[in-house]
């Protein structure tokens, strides 16, 4: 198993930046890909950015270019961290986990809230 625990969820004004944070229970070199998913209100959970074992990353559209995914081996833990927030990525943002030939596992969320 694997538990995940996400932090670094807030409120910010519009055009400003947080760093959200995944902390693993196992080392992160065992999981395919990690990554980074949010579900607005009404809304579907969407992928936001995602990283392979090799380190290689995809973003969606929507934040190319001002999200930047990142991982740090020997603590274990994934990063987000979101430059130029628009109120459209309020959401609850979840790190998902998916180790080879397991179930994926995710994180309880953490809430981002930017105001206008």
């Known amino acids: 198993q694997v538990q995940l625990v996400e932090s670094g969820g807030g409120l910010v004004q519009a055009g400003g930046s947080l760093r959200l944070s995944c902390a693993a229970s196992?080392?992160?070199?065992?999981?395919?890909?990690m990554g980074w998913y949010r579900q607005a209100p009404g809304k579907q959970r969407e992928l936001v950015a995602r990283?392979?074992?090799?380190?290689?990353?995809n973003y969606a559209d929507s934040v190319k270019g001002r999200f930047t995914i990142s991982r740090d081996i020997a603590e274990n833990t994934m990063y987000l961290q979101m430059n130029s927030l628009k109120p459209e990525d309020t959401a609850v943002y979840y790190c998902?986990?998916?180790?080879?030939?397991?179930?994926?596992?995710w994180g309880e969320g953490t809430l981002v809230t930017v105001s206008s």
């Open positions: 990283i392979f074992s090799g380190g290689s990353t």
């Open positions: 998902n986990a998916q180790p080879w030939a397991e179930m994926d596992y």
């Open positions: 196992r080392s992160i070199l065992s999981m395919n890909h």
